[in-house]
């Protein structure tokens, strides 16, 4: 048989794919839920690409108390880098929507266009990747951590002992993966 060609829909996920299958028992009202969720995370990847490139184009937003601007202001007037990779390994990782580094101060903000409840935890996360790359300790710099949502920048001081316990798990869990991975391959 020769199959249609599709090449075009390569490593794209269809809304009602057969890997995630459950929406198979929706209903009506379920189904427009979790369509409204897909296209909710749709527009949010497309602001964090505009917010990234206004803030790569140094383009200043009007400043007023909406979320974008807020973020995207801010990363300027801290002279922030957008979408930053920080690396520990090849199982962890993660990018930073807006981080700096200056004066021994680490500063990580995050843009959050949704309204589903947030925790700072992914920050941590960040600041302990940061950390290990770098080659810092979290309690020889200050931390600043923001997250931009709902028109309000939350704002909270790094627990320098909180990251250094996320460091020690990024260590010991990779540490452990590995191993497993070693196992597999034998």
């Known amino acids: 048989m020769i199959f249609n060609d599709h090449s075009r829909l390569a490593g794209m996920h269809a ?12 209903d009506d009202q379920k189904l427009q839920a979790f369509y409204t969720a ?10 964090h690409t505009l917010a990234a490139e206004l803030i790569r184009m140094e383009v200043n937003l009007p400043k007023n108390s909406k979320t974008l601007n807020m973020y995207v202001n801010d990363a300027l007037g801290f002279r922030m880098k957008p979408e930053v990779v920080l690396f520990y390994s090849d199982v962890a990782f993660g990018t930073a929507d807006a981080i700096g580094f200056r004066r021994n101060k680490l500063r990580i903000h995050d843009l959050k266009m949704g309204i589903s409840a947030t925790k700072i935890t992914q920050l941590e996360v960040y600041a302990a990747l940061f950390c290990l790359e770098y080659s810092v300790k979290p309690m020889d710099i200050e931390i600043e951590l923001r997250i ?28 452990r993966i590995q191993q497993w991975r070693q196992e597999a391959l034998v």
Do not use: C
């Not at 809304?15 to 929706?26: D, E, Q, R």
């Not at 296209?39 to 497309?46: D, E, F, L, P, S």
């Open 38 to 47: 897909q296209q909710a995370a749709i527009r949010g990847t497309r602001f």
């Open 148 to 175: 931009y949502q709902s028109d309000e920048a939350r704002i909270t001081e790094g627990d320098p002992d909180g990251i250094t316990h996320i460091m020690s798990k990024i260590v010991d869990f990779d540490r």
């Open 15 to 26: 809304l009602l794919s057969a890997s995630k299958y459950h929406w198979v028992n929706y």
